[in-house]
């Protein structure tokens, strides 16, 4: 199998031996699933999405070329087929590509396949890490390809029938500004609207309220640096807009069962990884010595 066959929707990385390492790779009906751990400095040429796909993005920053460079602020993405673009990662990011079957992706959207690039919300975030959890604990295949069906399957609903322009403008701002959240009335002042319209419209369209979704994205944060830094989990906290460890512990426990100190004994960038083969078997991960089903993880 050749190298660009295994990277895929990833692209392959202008220098992978020293800048990137594949993680995992694993394969189920729905979609063919990459993680990928991309070191500061780290680029990869312009390549073209083959199929639809979801890309995730945690760490960074990370600058998209394509026509004209931008910072990417929105972590998690569909991109339709024929997507083309190349990446520039400005500090160490981990990368979640779901390549969706195309027949798969055409029954769920009744044909109507998207052709616009869409950038999702902080609401599917824990569904992400879900899948990225348990391929970093060897679940079941079963499991896995479960936990992936229901991440793209919400993505797709959400692609189909996105919210209202003003409920997308609201996510960008608390994405662009999410270590320092707008309180709801600045945000009533910068669209000329009432505080409790804002409110109402933005619970409607996604079924949480402003400072919710706010904390979403506070935790996707640091749920990155627990992955991507060897920082003492106090100062991620703090860098976080956490009160203190507990604060984060309690808040992290709360919505995604996982504490800090459980996501951290998982992180790949903690292993002596190596890069998949090129001929992968259909779910592998490249770990270290010691696999985890020997050792005993915190809770």
Not at 28 to 38: D, G
């Amino acid at each position: 199998m050749h190298i660009d066959r295994v990277w895929g929707t990833l692209g392959e990385p202008a220098d992978w031996q020293t800048s990137a390492r594949l993680l995992h790779l694993v394969e189920t009906k729905i979609a063919v699933l990459r993680h990928a751990l991309y070191e500061e400095g780290a680029s990869v040429p312009t390549h073209r999405h083959d199929r639809a796909s979801l890309v995730y993005g945690v760490g960074g920053p990370c600058t998209e070329v394509n026509g004209s460079s931008q910072t990417i602020r929105r972590r998690l993405t569909f991109l339709p087929e024929g997507h083309e673009h190349a990446l520039e990662y400005k500090g160490a990011t981990h990368v979640l590509a779901i390549e969706i079957a195309p027949d798969w992706l055409r029954r769920t959207c009744n044909g109507h396949v998207p052709t616009e690039m869409v950038a999702l919300p902080a609401t599917l975030y824990n569904r992400v890490w879900r899948v990225m959890i348990e391929i970093a604990s060897r679940a079941p295949d079963a499991a896995v390809s479960a936990s992936l069906g229901e991440l793209v399957r919400a993505a797709m609903d959400y692609v189909r029938a996105p919210p209202s322009p003003l409920v997308i403008a609201l996510i960008d701002d608390l994405h662009q500004h999410w270590k320092d959240v707008p309180s709801v009335s600045q945000l009533a002042r910068k669209y000329s609207l009432s505080r409790q319209y804002v409110c109402r419209v933005f619970r409607k369209g996604l079924g949480i309220t402003l400072q919710q979704y706010g904390l979403l994205v506070r935790l996707d944060y640091a749920r990155g640096m627990l992955w991507g830094t060897q920082l003492p989990i106090a100062q991620i906290a703090a860098e976080t807009g956490f009160a203190d460890q507990s604060h984060l512990t309690r808040a992290l426990s709360a919505h995604s069962a996982w504490s800090p100190l459980r996501l951290r004994w998982l992180a790949p960038c903690l292993e002596n990884d190596s890069c998949v083969p090129l001929m992968p078997s259909r779910y592998h991960h490249a770990g270290s010595s010691k696999p985890p089903w020997n050792r005993t993880i915190p809770r």
